[in-house]
């Protein structure tokens, strides 16, 4: 029974193609992320969504577009991909506020390799 | 600027021992610290926290200290097991602002 799900789990594209990949939480958290984790093994937080608004936008480029339909899904949307996008993208999600806690539960992953 | 760092790459422990993990950081204003554990083709795994008003926090094998002056936390595993062999990270946050800082990781490597 998966907590946090991730679609598709790799993902080989050209550059310039624009690709989607999805994220759903069955843990009834009200908030959702995304993390990059990239070739240095950094994983870094890009955006996080509270309830379906966006709370943090970490300077990432405007050609990532996070969507969120509902509090438990939460879909990242590249347009023109780069070379420099290849890294293991991490959807998470957490019951915020979370009181003394601030565990995220995190997903698969999802391999994105441009070329 | 990397307020979160793991100086060691790599450990290699023999099993029944203990095995510690370090982290440092920069950011006085970090006031929660937690471990994940992650394995290979899986996302990170939540493995213990530690609150800054306090200095230690245990769970089963695994203990947490937090040394506030040096800005230091340390993971300890006791005894290690070889299902231990895994990339250990450590990630801090302020209170309230939604967002975790991640160290670079451990591979710790627990060998028979």
């Known amino acids: 029974d998966t907590a946090v799900s991730q679609t598709p789990k790799y993902l080989v594209t050209q550059m310039g193609n624009d690709k989607s990949i999805k994220c759903e939480q069955n843990?009834?958290?009200?908030?959702m992320y995304w993390y990059k984790q990239d070739s240095k093994k950094f994983l870094k937080i890009m955006f996080s969504?509270?309830?379906?608004?966006?709370?943090i936008n970490e300077t990432v480029p405007n050609r990532f577009s996070p969507k969120s339909p509902d509090k438990a899904h939460l879909n990242l949307h590249i347009n023109s991909l780069e070379l420099g996008d290849s890294a293991v993208y991490f959807c998470?999600?957490?019951?915020?506020?979370?009181?003394?806690?601030?565990?995220?539960?995190f997903g698969p992953g999802t391999r994105l390799t441009v070329t | 600027d990397q307020q979160v760092k793991q100086n060691s790459p790599s450990l290699s422990v023999q099993e029944g021992r203990i095995s510690i993990l370090n982290c440092d950081y920069t950011?006085?204003?970090?006031?929660?610290f937690l471990w994940y554990k992650k394995y290979p083709a899986e996302g990170p795994t939540f493995l213990i926290s530690?609150?800054?008003?306090?200095d230690k926090n245990e769970d089963g094998r695994f203990t947490v200290f937090l040394n506030k002056s040096a800005k230091h936390l340390s993971l300890h595993i006791v005894p290690s097991q070889p299902g231990d062999s895994a990339v250990y990270f450590c990630?801090?946050?302020?209170?309230?602002?939604?967002?975790?800082?991640f160290g670079t990781g451990t591979r710790l490597q627990v060998f028979p």
């Open positions: 950011n006085s204003m970090f006031d929660y």
């Open positions: 990630a801090a946050s302020i209170r309230n602002t939604d967002k975790l800082i």
């Open positions: 998470a999600s957490s019951q915020q506020p979370a009181g003394s806690s601030y565990e995220q539960y």
């Open positions: 530690i609150s800054s008003i306090k």
């Open positions: 969504y509270n309830n379906k608004e966006l709370i």
């Open positions: 843990l009834g958290h009200d908030t």
